[in-house]
């Protein structure tokens, strides 16, 4: 069965420092990765989506995420943290081969804080 | 705005009440996802329609149901209500044919007093 495992529930970095939020999956085959952010109050809207082809993925916000096949990994990375990233992340994934009856798998979040 | 309506924002009910959820998914989706998000519990998946039909359940309780009708919106029926049923809910709707991201809409704040 597939799970995916994000490292620290909780992250804190300095405004303008490197952000790295981490996500590691199992599955018996190349799966569908997704990053989704939510902001207090409000749904979790799409970060970014990696569905094999280029195995590094640019998003919204500034944000990229590399698929390493090898480390079963798709962290989640930014140059340059601002006050506005402050949220929390979630990582997912899906079974390309599920079908109509595909579903996302989901890890329990990473609540990002940045400091001034 | 994702294109995903939820209705409405917020509900306040007391225990034991029955309320029902509302959910319009983007234009052209097939596939109606319904979550429930506490502080203790997170993001629990509950159960997924496609195109009318169940195609998946999660962790959704006995007392809860959910049907999608023949125009794709979707209710979420909660029953005999208790307090730790108050939670953020939300639905989701993707696209039939790609990679199946999901795309979530405002929520309801559920409040059981």
């Known amino acids: 069965a597939q799970s995916v495992t994000q490292l620290g529930s909780h992250v804190s970095v300095s405004e303008g420092a490197l952000v790295l939020l981490r996500c590691n999956y199992s599955s018996s085959v190349p799966p569908y990765l997704f990053w989704y952010v939510q902001y207090p109050n409000q749904g979790l809207q799409l970060l970014l989506k990696?569905?094999?082809?280029a195995t590094l993925v640019k998003g919204i916000n500034g944000f990229e995420a590399e698929f390493k096949k090898s480390e079963t990994s798709f962290h989640l990375t930014k140059p340059s943290a601002h006050m506005s990233d402050a949220a929390e992340y979630f990582c997912?994934?899906?079974?390309?081969?599920?079908?109509?009856?595909?579903?996302?798998?989901w890890g329990l979040g990473t609540s990002l804080a940045v400091n001034p | 705005d994702s294109g995903v309506t939820q209705t409405p924002k917020h509900l306040i009910t007391a225990t034991g009440q029955r309320v029902t959820l509302r959910c319009s998914p983007r234009?052209?989706?097939?596939?109606v996802y319904w979550y429930q998000q506490s502080l203790d519990q997170g993001l629990q998946f509950l159960i997924h329609?496609?195109?009318?039909?169940?195609?998946a359940k999660g962790n959704i309780l006995e007392r809860f149901s959910a049907q999608q009708f023949p125009d794709l919106h979707s209710e979420l029926n909660l029953s005999s209500l208790e307090l730790g049923d108050s939670a953020l809910y939300f639905c989701a709707s993707s696209p039939p044919i790609g990679s199946y991201e999901q795309y979530f809409g405002p929520g309801t704040r559920l409040t059981v007093t």
């Open positions: 997912a994934v899906s079974d390309p081969q599920a079908g109509n009856n595909r579903k996302l798998i």
């Open positions: 990696y569905t094999s082809a």
């Open positions: 234009s052209g989706d097939l596939s």
């Open positions: 329609y496609y195109n009318g039909e169940e195609r």
